[in-house]
């Protein structure tokens, strides 16, 4: 299933999973999107259909 796990930054759990194995383990994009969070790049409350 290939259910979206980032709506601010559209990226897909497959995505995610392709790159935990392409990178040994870690997941890049999941660090992107952290460190876009903490400067405030996050439109969840916007683009996330439940407002998360």
Do not use: W
Not at 14 to 26: A, C, K, L, S
Not at 27 to 40: C, D, F, P, R, Y
């Amino acid at each position: 299933m290939n259910q979206k796990i980032c709506y601010c930054f559209n990226h897909s759990e497959d995505e995610i999973r392709q790159d935990v194995r392409n990178h040994g383990g870690e997941s890049t994009i999941l660090e992107k999107i952290l460190a876009a969070k903490q400067q405030g790049s996050c439109q969840c409350a916007t683009k996330h259909p439940e407002g998360r």
